[in-house]
């Protein structure tokens, strides 16, 4: 009831579906909530793999469709097994009452039992039950298909530090030009194979170097040197680059090549700030485009503020103030309520 393609996405692993698991498949799946469409959509997805089967298939394992899963490059080559008599699985004593946790758990043991030779790992999104289930001795994992990464440092930052030796390593053949204003290099050699169009490169120390990857082709890759917003001359809306990050956003933020730029960083790290400082330089000052349109996700980090009464624009306005006080500082010298 997580996630109704559950089934698909444990590889080459079998699945045991006890009969209680389907009880409560059926007795959550009626209303409009997104469990009980996630349990419509399970049974659904069950009723399909068991159309037309006969019950000695059925009792033997059926194989479980790869199209389901190819979408992550890997097929389901497990088979799918069914609670299809009784199983009396000897739980403890201080686990009374008949629960669909404790038949679960009965479940698991009495596999555990039939097939010695087997790991049998229970999988669910229950703590209690993963916690019950380490008290009688099955093993249990929590399912995490569909885990989002919550440590921002496992995520692509977009930056490289190239190593001391880049120069001497990609020397051979480089060719530099200036165009536009801009200067560019083409470099070619091993670190060049793992880049990425529009990637930010680096070096620390006496030479400090910063680049972003351009364009990358078989053999080698274009890169131009990035513009450096740290000064007062070269400011943004008056907004300066405070460290490299920033200095890479603004570059990002302010090439019209770029049709979309995500910006990842702690709060506080300036993102709206750069972003609306871009967006007023090139629609007020370079005249690139006609508007800024902002907006953000109504999701309350504390506790829900609930239906808000008025205006489309009145009910959005405790959610835009974020970026109302962020306009506030770039447009003080205006006066007046000027981009409200």
């Not at 490169?201 to 082709?217: C, D, H, N, S, T």
Request: include cysteine.
């Amino acid at each position: 009831m997580h996630d109704p393609t559950a089934l698909f996405r444990f590889a080459e692993h079998d699945l045991f579906i006890p009969m209680v698991v389907l009880e409560e498949l059926d007795r959550n799946k009626k209303g409009m909530s997104e469990v009980a469409r996630n349990a419509r959509q399970a049974s659904r997805f069950l009723d399909n793999i068991l159309a037309g089967r006969e019950k000695s298939e059925i009792d033997g394992g059926l194989p479980i469709p790869s199209f389901a899963s190819a979408e992550e490059g890997t097929t389901a080559s497990g088979k799918l097994f069914f609670q299809t008599r009784s199983m009396i699985g000897h739980l403890p004593e201080h686990l009374p009452g008949n629960t669909p946790d404790h038949s679960i758990l009965a479940s698991a043991l009495a596999l555990q039992e039939k097939m010695p030779d087997h790991q049998v790992i229970l999988v669910s999104k229950d703590i209690n039950l993963r916690i019950k289930a380490a008290l009688v001795g099955v093993p249990s994992e929590d399912y995490s298909n569909d885990k989002v990464l919550d440590d921002v440092n496992l995520l692509y930052s977009g930056t490289e530090e190239l190593p001391a030796d880049f120069w001497e390593s990609h020397s051979k053949d480089m060719d530099s030009w200036q165009e536009s204003g801009h200067t560019y290099y083409r470099v070619s050699g091993p670190d060049i194979g793992h880049w990425y169009p529009n990637q930010c490169l680096y070096m620390e120390g006496e030479q400090a170097f910063e680049a972003i990857v351009r364009r990358k082709e078989a053999d080698h890759a274009i890169i131009e040197l990035a513009e450096d917003y740290r000064t007062a001359k070269r400011a943004v809306w008056g907004i300066r680059a405070r460290n490299r990050e920033q200095n890479f956003a603004l570059n990002m933020l302010l090439d019209p090549e770029i049709d979309f730029v995500t910006l990842l960083g702690s709060a506080g790290t300036g993102k709206t700030l750069l972003t609306l400082a871009a967006g007023l330089a090139q629609v007020l000052d370079k005249n690139l485009y006609k508007e800024i349109i902002m907006t953000r996700v109504t999701v309350p980090v504390g506790e829900d503020i609930g239906f808000l009464p008025g205006t489309e624009e009145e009910k959005m306005t405790p959610w835009m103030g974020a970026l109302m006080d962020n306009l506030e500082v770039l447009t003080q010298t205006e006066g007046g309520d000027w981009g409200r």
